[in-house]
């Protein structure tokens, strides 16, 4: 579709009224979103307002609706829950409490909304949108208002941000806290796995999700749990027997340690609860085994928001402002929310409508509807961790007689290794033997390779690095020797995960297909990489874990200063010459500035950043904080940029530099990089049994087109299969990055929240979507 850039800078909310307040449960990443929708509202020149206390505050009006400046939101962007806090309001569902609202309203000239919270608050939202003429009118009545009031304020316009751990409502793959509630579960099983592993303990855990069972599912299939309870899915009629026979052949596969997870909302078929409590008594009087109860309860929704909730709240916060600005009285009430890594606007009673549908679905008994309802996003993650989590017979699994080899190339990336457990899983359900190749492909030219196992695999998506080892190696050198490896140990496919090398590795050895028959076999990459630089994808394995680990820094680092006052860090992050990592940290952790090879800058950009910090050390937010990706400029290094900013900054604010270094590339993977990689992975299995059958003919595997090489990756709003010969022209393999990458159009956002005048492409957004038209692949934000 190739249409003119739509700029924002034309949309004035000069005139204008925002209110922004946030409802029902706390989220994690709420305060991202306040803060977005502060000063996006204020960059356009309209005036903003914090209700404080949910619709509480909006009836109660007095101090409850404040006018807001730039500084009101400064420091908020790492803090849990909500700053303006939130109530559950019952005189706001009453039509005389929401008269008083209304008046509270047109008496500041408010008639934009902006709307964080739940399913039940953005309903409360929509029926007073719909009202608002008549309360107008009635006010006028009563004398509360004059006639003219009424006419200028004759439209309140709503936009919804779902906020909810639950990640209980349709039409977003992921809503704000989701992704932090996540986190918070799987540090608790990392944590008791180490206790239970010493003791061969079970544990019960159980997570929160009275209607939803996204939360225990997604982190079921992250820490590889044996079993797992959601109200979406009750498992069948005698389902005790099938679980203790699960559990006790887990025990006499010599596995020290189980794990159970329950939704609070758990049910069986019969729709009664299964509580936490019930499957602990049954495993103790059934196995005998010393069992325990953990429920995580509020711990979930507490702690600081993630890279990911940080990053997508923002977003959500500037497009709420866009939408706010361009709505017309007939345009419904929408919600902003995320499909792929693409911001949509969807009309909020479809929204709802769909989520209880779902309800409707369970309370009836049409459990698979449920499912389906839920979205595809949802499906997979429940028909994924199915397939991994309980090993069929040997004598119910078919046989193919295809070897399938797995290697990691590159450097090492979290996620890695839950890549390599789902392949193998997956290989093996498909039939097929599966050989480990040791230290990529230096590995497979000395004969590093023996035949992996179901059990070999088990534990190991909480596990960062990689454990099969990792060389930057191509294949170029060796092909004789992985050629002869490939013909000794009768390979017919490969899956290869890792970075810039994984690809290049693949290229050449489909460049050498003419010379080398072996290689004319399936080959598929997976891409894993902390730097992101991957053609052919919009995110790579390892990305969001290295990004949380350069946000935790960066918090930590800013708090630093703000006890010593005027200062300003300058901070080193790894991404080769991708600038994804300095981009992205630097919008998830309110940074100043970020230098990156990919946006030229030169002395004068210096400089006016500089100037730009001596003018905020004059305001309340006396620090700053500068990203620098490593290979942004050779000449202008990080520490030519802190002699600099030393030097021009003197009697106003004094210097620090900070390198990150490997601490990236390290720690557990997130709960987003285990997901993605099971995902992802388990699909890349699939197209080889695919293409094994496709390409086996007179007794052997010949494959020798273009698509039997391909790369999986996540392009907007899908995972695809490329093949690697045509993204050779999309790339530049002499910085070895991409020739073109989405996130650069997020760029203008981060400068916009630290208060640069700069161009906002908003081509993408304004489209009001329908809920049923959205492809709910995206595997991306929904893990």
């Given at each position: 579709?190739?249409?003119?850039?739509?700029?924002?800078?034309?949309?004035?909310?000069?005139?204008?009224?925002?209110?922004?307040?946030?409802?029902?449960?706390?989220?994690?990443?709420?305060?991202?979103?306040?803060?977005?929708?502060?000063?996006?509202?204020?960059?356009?020149?309209?005036?903003v307002y914090f209700i404080y206390e949910g619709y509480q505050g909006m009836v109660d009006g007095g101090d409850n609706i404040v006018e807001v400046s730039w500084e009101s939101v400064s420091s908020i962007l790492q803090v849990g829950g909500t700053v303006i806090g939130s109530a559950r309001c019952k005189p706001f569902r009453t039509r005389e409490g929401r008269l008083h609202a209304a008046l509270n309203l047109v008496q500041r000239g408010i008639?934009?909304?902006?709307?964080?919270?739940?399913?039940?608050?953005?309903?409360?939202?929509?029926?007073?949108?719909?009202?608002?003429?008549?309360?107008?009118?009635?006010?006028?009545?009563?004398?509360?208002?004059?006639?003219?009031?009424?006419?200028?304020?004759?439209?309140?316009?709503?936009?919804?941000?779902?906020?909810?751990?639950?990640?209980?409502?349709?039409?977003?793959?992921?809503?704000?806290?989701?992704?932090?509630?996540?986190?918070?579960?799987?540090?608790?099983?990392?944590?008791?796995?180490?206790?239970?592993?010493?003791?061969?303990?079970?544990?019960?855990?159980?997570?929160?999700?009275?209607?939803?069972?996204?939360?225990?599912?997604?982190?079921?299939?992250?820490?590889?749990?044996?079993?797992?309870?959601?109200?979406?899915?009750?498992?069948?009629?005698?389902?005790?027997?099938?679980?203790?026979?699960?559990?006790?052949?887990?025990?006499?596969?010599?596995?020290?340690?189980?794990?159970?997870?329950?939704?609070?909302?758990?049910?069986?078929?019969?729709?009664?609860?299964?509580?936490?409590?019930?499957?602990?008594?049954?495993?103790?009087?059934?196995?005998?085994?010393?069992?325990?109860?953990?429920?995580?309860?509020?711990?979930?929704?507490?702690?600081?928001?993630?890279?990911?909730?940080?990053?997508?709240?923002?977003?959500?916060?500037?497009?709420?402002?866009?939408?706010?600005?361009?709505?017309?009285?007939?345009?419904?009430?929408?919600?902003?929310?995320?499909?792929?890594?693409?911001?949509?606007?969807?009309?909020?009673?479809?929204?709802?409508?769909?989520?209880?549908?779902?309800?409707?679905?369970?309370?009836?008994?049409?459990?698979?509807?449920?499912?389906?309802?839920?979205?595809?996003?949802?499906?997979?993650?429940?028909?994924?961790?199915?397939?991994?989590?309980?090993?069929?017979?040997?004598?119910?699994?078919?046989?193919?007689?295809?070897?399938?080899?797995?290697?990691?190339?590159?450097?090492?990336?979290?996620?890695?290794?839950?890549?390599?457990?789902?392949?193998?899983?997956?290989?093996?359900?498909?039939?097929?033997?599966?050989?480990?190749?040791?230290?990529?492909?230096?590995?497979?030219?000395?004969?590093?390779?023996?035949?992996?196992?179901?059990?070999?695999?088990?534990?190991?998506?909480?596990?960062?690095?990689?454990?099969?080892?990792?060389?930057?190696?191509?294949?170029?050198?060796?092909?004789?020797?992985?050629?002869?490896?490939?013909?000794?140990?009768?390979?017919?496919?490969?899956?290869?995960?890792?970075?810039?090398?994984?690809?290049?590795?693949?290229?050449?050895?489909?460049?050498?297909?003419?010379?080398?028959?072996?290689?004319?076999?399936?080959?598929?990459?997976?891409?894993?990489?902390?730097?992101?630089?991957?053609?052919?994808?919009?995110?790579?394995?390892?990305?969001?874990?290295?990004?949380?680990a350069i946000v935790e820094t960066c918090d930590r680092i800013k708090q630093s200063a703000s006890g010593t006052k005027r200062r300003v860090f300058i901070i080193e992050t790894m991404g080769g010459y991708c600038g994804y990592l300095a981009n992205m940290g630097a919008l998830a952790a309110g940074a100043d500035a970020a230098y990156i090879f990919e946006e030229q800058f030169d002395i004068r950009e210096l400089q006016a950043n500089v100037e730009?910090?001596?003018?905020?050390?004059?305001?309340?937010?006396?620090?700053?904080?500068?990203?620098?990706?490593?290979?942004?400029?050779?000449?202008?290094?990080?520490?030519?940029?802190?002699?600099?900013?030393?030097?021009?900054?003197?009697?106003?604010?004094?210097?620090?530099?900070?390198?990150?270094?490997?601490?990236?590339?390290?720690?557990?993977?997130?709960?987003?990089?285990?997901?993605?990689?099971?995902?992802?992975?388990?699909?890349?299995?699939?197209?080889?049994?695919?293409?094994?059958?496709?390409?086996?003919?007179?007794?052997?595997?010949?494959?020798?087109?273009?698509?039997?090489?391909?790369?999986?990756?996540?392009?907007?709003?899908?995972?695809?299969?490329?093949?690697?010969?045509?993204?050779?022209?999309?790339?530049?393999?002499?910085?070895?990055?991409?020739?073109?990458?989405?996130?650069?159009?997020?760029?203008?956002?981060?400068?916009?929240?630290?208060?640069?005048?700069?161009?906002?492409?908003?081509?993408?957004?304004?489209?009001?979507?329908?809920?049923?038209?959205?492809?709910?692949?995206?595997?991306?934000?929904?893990?």
């Amino acid at each position: 579709m190739d249409h003119q850039p739509k700029f924002f800078e034309n949309l004035s909310g000069a005139g204008k009224a925002i209110a922004v307040l946030t409802s029902g449960g706390d989220a994690q990443g709420m305060n991202a979103a306040v803060r977005a929708v502060v000063r996006m509202g204020i960059y356009v020149n309209a005036k903003v307002y914090f209700i404080y206390e949910g619709y509480q505050g909006m009836v109660d009006g007095g101090d409850n609706i404040v006018e807001v400046s730039w500084e009101s939101v400064s420091s908020i962007l790492q803090v849990g829950g909500t700053v303006i806090g939130s109530a559950r309001c019952k005189p706001f569902r009453t039509r005389e409490g929401r008269l008083h609202a209304a008046l509270n309203l047109v008496q500041r000239g408010i008639t934009n909304l902006c709307v964080i919270g739940g399913d039940g608050s953005l309903t409360g939202a929509n029926l007073f949108r719909e009202e608002w003429s008549g309360l107008l009118e009635e006010l006028a009545q009563k004398g509360k208002i004059d006639a003219e009031a009424v006419k200028k304020y004759a439209y309140l316009n709503i936009v919804g941000m779902v906020g909810s751990i639950d990640n209980d409502f349709c039409g977003t793959d992921m809503t704000i806290g989701t992704d932090s509630a996540l986190h918070r579960i799987i540090e608790v099983v990392d944590a008791i796995m180490t206790t239970a592993q010493s003791h061969q303990r079970t544990f019960v855990l159980e997570v929160m999700g009275r209607h939803c069972g996204y939360l225990a599912l997604v982190s079921a299939l992250a820490c590889g749990a044996d079993w797992v309870f959601i109200p979406e899915y009750p498992p069948e009629e005698g389902w005790e027997d099938t679980m203790c026979v699960k559990l006790s052949e887990n025990r006499a596969r010599k596995k020290r340690l189980n794990i159970i997870i329950v939704a609070e909302g758990a049910i069986d078929c019969h729709n009664k609860p299964i509580t936490s409590e019930k499957v602990k008594d049954l495993v103790v009087q059934r196995l005998g085994f010393d069992t325990r109860v953990t429920i995580l309860g509020h711990v979930q929704r507490g702690g600081t928001p993630s890279a990911f909730d940080r990053i997508l709240a923002s977003r959500m916060g500037v497009e709420a402002v866009l939408a706010l600005l361009e709505a017309t009285p007939d345009t419904p009430a929408c919600v902003v929310s995320l499909s792929g890594n693409q911001a949509v606007r969807l009309p909020l009673m479809e929204c709802v409508q769909m989520t209880q549908e779902v309800q409707k679905a369970m309370d009836e008994g049409r459990f698979l509807e449920a499912v389906r309802l839920r979205g595809r996003s949802f499906e997979n993650n429940l028909n994924t961790y199915k397939l991994l989590s309980h090993k069929r017979p040997d004598a119910e699994l078919p046989k193919t007689n295809f070897n399938v080899a797995v290697l990691n190339v590159g450097a090492p990336a979290a996620g890695m290794n839950a890549a390599v457990r789902a392949a193998v899983r997956v290989g093996i359900t498909e039939g097929h033997k599966i050989f480990a190749v040791i230290d990529g492909f230096e590995g497979f030219a000395r004969g590093k390779i023996k035949e992996i196992s179901w059990g070999d695999v088990g534990g190991w998506t909480g596990q960062g690095g990689s454990i099969l080892g990792t060389k930057r190696t191509l294949p170029a050198k060796y092909l004789e020797k992985i050629a002869e490896q490939m013909r000794t140990n009768n390979i017919n496919a490969l899956m290869v995960i890792g970075g810039f090398e994984a690809f290049e590795s693949c290229l050449q050895l489909y460049e050498a297909r003419a010379s080398f028959e072996e290689f004319r076999v399936p080959m598929c990459v997976v891409p894993a990489t902390i730097s992101n630089n991957v053609p052919g994808t919009d995110y790579s394995l390892g990305t969001d874990t290295a990004l949380n680990a350069i946000v935790e820094t960066c918090d930590r680092i800013k708090q630093s200063a703000s006890g010593t006052k005027r200062r300003v860090f300058i901070i080193e992050t790894m991404g080769g010459y991708c600038g994804y990592l300095a981009n992205m940290g630097a919008l998830a952790a309110g940074a100043d500035a970020a230098y990156i090879f990919e946006e030229q800058f030169d002395i004068r950009e210096l400089q006016a950043n500089v100037e730009h910090l001596t003018e905020k050390m004059k305001t309340s937010i006396q620090r700053g904080l500068v990203l620098r990706n490593e290979n942004c400029n050779e000449n202008y290094t990080t520490d030519f940029i802190y002699q600099l900013y030393s030097e021009e900054g003197k009697g106003v604010f004094d210097c620090r530099k900070n390198v990150l270094g490997h601490m990236q590339q390290g720690g557990a993977p997130s709960p987003f990089d285990r997901n993605f990689g099971t995902k992802i992975s388990a699909k890349a299995m699939q197209w080889i049994s695919k293409k094994l059958k496709e390409t086996y003919r007179k007794g052997k595997v010949f494959a020798n087109t273009d698509d039997s090489v391909c790369l999986l990756g996540m392009r907007r709003r899908n995972l695809v299969f490329q093949p690697v010969a045509e993204l050779k022209s999309e790339t530049d393999f002499v910085h070895r990055i991409p020739k073109e990458q989405w996130w650069l159009k997020l760029r203008p956002l981060m400068k916009i929240l630290a208060k640069y005048k700069t161009s906002y492409d908003v081509s993408d957004s304004g489209q009001l979507e329908h809920v049923a038209m959205l492809p709910k692949e995206a595997e991306t934000g929904a893990i």
